[in-house]
């Protein structure tokens, strides 16, 4: 079973926690702005796992899902709201979505808003519930999806970069300044670029785990 959102980060605050605790004692920082410039870099990258995993958990495979309408947005009495704030969605086979919607007053908008949106199913609303049929993807659509996946993780991968270059910035500065030795700004560089290399890895891995199933017949 896959763990929601909230559990996600959750685990991914207790690893960064062990993370900056154990980085900290090996590098012996006593800069609080370096050590914190450190943990702003983890929270990033955690935050960037996560977008990634949220982004994965849309992605059709051919077999339904209700993570597949987390970001449809609903134009709620002009407010965009999220579907999970209006109503609960259910898988109760692997072809079939169902959107129970708590007021039954905005159902045609929400019938709307999951048309206009990117994830190619067409709502059927029978007055009480909407119904989402989801069709069996071809080859051609798998391969399709697939290039999407890797664009993403290609996304992510450029975030997790951009996070590298400005925490590499401020590391220099906190030199150049003379609040941190040269070998400390080497030490905490290196650090980080092991970092970055294990959260690059872990997006490869997402991202071809998506992949695979996707590929999956």
């Keep these: 079973t896959r763990p929601d959102g909230s559990k996600r980060r959750a685990r991914a605050a207790v690893r960064s926690s062990a993370a900056r605790a154990r980085v900290a004692c090996a590098l012996n920082i006593e800069n609080e702005d370096a050590q914190m410039l450190q943990e702003e870099a983890v929270e990033r990258f955690d935050k960037t796992l996560s977008n990634l995993d949220d982004a994965l958990a849309t992605v059709r495979t051919g077999r339904a899902n209700p993570a597949m309408l ?110 941190i030795s040269e070998d400390i700004s080497r030490d905490l560089s290196d650090d980080l670029q092991k970092t970055v290399d294990s959260f690059i890895k872990q997006i490869d891995q997402r991202c071809k785990g998506k992949e695979d199933e996707l590929n999956k017949v």
């Design 70 to 179: 987390d970001r449809i947005m609903v134009d709620y009495y002009g407010t965009p709201t999220p579907l999970q704030q209006l109503g609960s969605v259910s898988a109760p086979d692997a072809s079939t979505l169902v959107v129970q919607i708590f007021d039954q007053g905005c159902m045609a908008d929400v019938e709307k808003a999951i048309l206009s949106s990117d994830v190619g199913l067409t709502p059927n609303n029978d007055g009480k519930v909407i119904r989402l049929n989801i069709p069996t993807l071809t080859a051609e659509r798998r391969k399709e999806m697939a290039k999407n996946v890797g664009k993403v993780g290609e996304e992510m991968k450029v975030a997790v970069r951009n996070v590298r270059r400005d925490t590499l910035k401020e590391y220099q500065k906190l030199e150049k300044d003379g609040d």
